[in-house]
């Protein structure tokens, strides 16, 4: 059984950093690439930033990038996103998902398996 667990949200101020991880268990991580989405309230989840199965190639929604970072730890199976100089507009429910195909996909749809969740509450 595939899980993906997502940890290290909560509230922070504008202008303050978190970092998100998302442990894989059930699958052979090295040979997923994996993706960080966002949903804000009333609004359509988003694509984040992703990374291949090697971690070699990166890419960032243009919102986030700059102030984000994602990277992996295949021997941990685990992938991490870095968020600097976090906004309000940035407060939402952040989701990692594995991905068996090639490539980074940037939609929701390219993914196999997600996680539940963490809240990201960014006070202004």
């Known amino acids: 059984q595939v899980q993906l667990v997502e940890s290290g949200g909560g509230l922070v101020q504008a202008g303050g950093s978190l970092r998100l991880s998302c442990a894989a268990s059930g699958l052979t991580f090295s040979r997923y690439a994996m993706g960080w989405f966002r949903q804000a309230p009333g609004k359509e989840r988003e694509f984040g930033a992703a990374i291949s199965r090697s971690g070699d190639i990166t890419d960032y929604v243009d919102s986030v990038k700059g102030r984000s970072t994602i990277s992996r730890d295949n021997a941990k199976s685990t992938v991490y996103l870095q968020m600097n100089s976090l906004k309000p507009e940035d407060t939402a429910v952040y989701s990692c998902?594995?991905?068996?195909?090639?490539?980074?996909?940037?939609?929701?749809?390219?993914?196999?398996?997600w996680g539940q969740g963490t809240q990201v509450t960014v006070s202004s």
């Open positions: 998902a594995a991905d068996r195909r090639a490539g980074i996909a940037k939609v929701p749809s390219g993914y196999d398996y």
